[in-house]
């Protein structure tokens, strides 16, 4: 007996589900449930200690050095 088609999905729906799964597994396990909502609610986010502030230091001399180097 065949169940009624209302409750069969589609093999492409259920990977999809499957996926969005790990996904969001993913995002509890490195604690970013909050980073997600503001992401959607306001089109950004902050990841506090991403990166140590070294990383971003560089990372700003990094860019302004290749400005000036562009501008000249």
Sequence with gaps: MKPP???V???QAVKAHERLDRMYDEIVRLDLSRNVLELD???YTIV???KPLSFFEELRA???KLG???LS
């Design 9 to 11: 999905r589609p093999r």
């Design 41 to 43: 609610l306001y089109g």
């Design 5 to 7: 088609p209302e409750t």
């Design 62 to 64: 990094t860019i302004l």
């Design 68 to 70: 000036r180097t562009r």
């Design 48 to 50: 506090h200690d991403a």
